[in-house]
């Protein structure tokens, strides 16, 4: 299994914490786009939203939906989830860090250790794919410099704050990473 602790050379992923729902509320409301770009959070986020979440973080099992809180300086500014599928051969990723701290590269050092400490514990890992919005250039510039590859758009595959947006879908095989 991943190890719940990981480190970079500026950030600690941990798991999340029942003390982390102020940290987190401030994360989704460190930008407007959110609401856009991540499905899961609701107009007018709330505190109690930022409870509900983290508790449903905390309950996941950890063998099949692995999570954690990226932090800097002990502070949560992020969060980098795996979700296994058969077997453990695909993995979907999903990602984020705070508004104030994007085009830092911290998306890319957090996501970097997590995938590869994935292919490392589990050799029938065979691709971990994320999925976004298709206007969400940065997120996949961040995927791009990590290898990962465009495979396609379903369009019109997510209802959004009362709109139909186009899904992008990005992967990387074992083979394609160096690690």
Not at 10 to 16: D, E, Q
Request: net charge negative; with cysteine.
């Amino acid at each position: 299994m991943i190890p719940e602790l990981l480190d970079t050379q500026r950030l600690v992923l941990r798991p999340f914490d029942k003390d982390d729902v102020n940290a987190v509320f401030d994360y989704w409301n460190s930008d407007p786009d959110w609401a856009r770009f991540n499905r899961s959070v609701p107009a007018n986020y709330t505190v109690q939203h930022a409870e509900k979440f983290v508790m449903e973080l905390i309950s996941r099992v950890r063998e099949t939906q692995p999570n954690w809180a990226v932090t800097l300086d002990e502070t949560v500014v992020g969060i980098v989830s795996l979700t296994f599928e058969q077997g453990h051969r695909i993995a979907v990723i999903g990602y984020g860090i705070h508004g104030a701290l994007r085009g830092q590269g911290m998306s890319g050092e957090a996501l970097e250790i997590v995938i590869d400490q994935a292919f490392n514990c589990y050799a029938q890992l065979r691709k971990i794919r994320a999925h976004m919005d298709s206007q969400n250039l940065g997120s996949m510039r961040v995927l791009e410099k990590l290898g990962f590859s465009r495979e396609g758009i379903l369009r019109s595959n997510q209802y959004v704050n009362g709109e139909f947006v186009d899904e992008a879908i990005y992967g990387i095989l074992r083979s394609e990473r160096s690690m």
